[in-house]
């Protein structure tokens, strides 16, 4: 933790360490809070937090797992081994663009924002393309439900 010992050495400056030990204290406070109120009401937190929580778990792996899924295996570029998927703006902003996990495999360290910016230059070289999650999957069960389960290369 930052509060305690000696900072990471990404914090450089006194405004970051500031920045890192404020951000510590109010996520304390949030967890603190979290904990006291589902010791006292306990059926308030399951039904506003734990229930909601389970479904963002079901959307995440919604959208994470068409990444890597029947990709290319084992060495290879970020454009065999990756998939990327046009989604709609709602999706991009809950999964700060995501989707666009073939530009943040070729450029690792980019903010999410510019995401985009790169899919745009390299979206013609990109080996594995899908066209929305939902058809993603659509795909996937039918091609279950057919017997059919192609490998990866």
């Given at each position: 933790?930052?509060?305690?010992?000696?900072?990471?050495?990404?914090?450089?400056?006194?405004?970051?360490?500031?920045?890192?030990?404020?951000?510590?204290?109010?996520?304390?406070?949030?967890?603190?809070?979290?904990?006291?109120?589902?010791?006292?009401?306990?059926?308030?937190?399951?039904?506003?937090?734990?229930?909601?929580?389970?479904?963002?778990?079901?959307?995440t792996?919604?959208?994470?797992?068409?990444?890597?899924?029947?990709?290319?295996?084992?060495?290879?570029?970020?454009?065999?081994t990756?998939?990327?998927?046009?989604?709609?703006?709602?999706?991009?902003?809950?999964?700060?663009?995501t989707?666009?996990?073939?530009?943040?495999?070729?450029?690792?360290?980019?903010?999410?924002?510019?995401?985009?910016?790169?899919?745009?230059?390299?979206?013609d070289?990109?080996?594995?393309?899908?066209?929305?999650?939902?058809?993603?999957?659509?795909?996937r069960?039918?091609?279950?439900?057919?017997?059919?389960?192609?490998?990866?290369?």
């Amino acid at each position: 933790m930052t509060r305690v010992g000696k900072p990471p050495a990404h914090l450089r400056t006194r405004r970051q360490l500031r920045i890192a030990n404020i951000s510590t204290v109010i996520s304390m406070l949030i967890l603190a809070s979290i904990v006291a109120f589902g010791w006292f009401h306990p059926s308030i937190v399951t039904r506003a937090w734990l229930i909601p929580l389970r479904g963002g778990m079901f959307l995440t792996a919604m959208v994470t797992l068409p990444e890597h899924y029947l990709c290319q295996l084992g060495p290879g570029t970020a454009l065999e081994t990756t998939r990327a998927t046009v989604s709609n703006r709602l999706v991009r902003f809950f999964f700060w663009g995501t989707n666009f996990h073939t530009a943040h495999h070729l450029v690792g360290g980019i903010p999410s924002h510019r995401l985009a910016k790169v899919h745009a230059m390299m979206a013609d070289q990109c080996g594995h393309m899908e066209r929305g999650y939902l058809r993603w999957h659509t795909r996937r069960m039918w091609m279950l439900a057919s017997g059919r389960h192609p490998t990866a290369t």
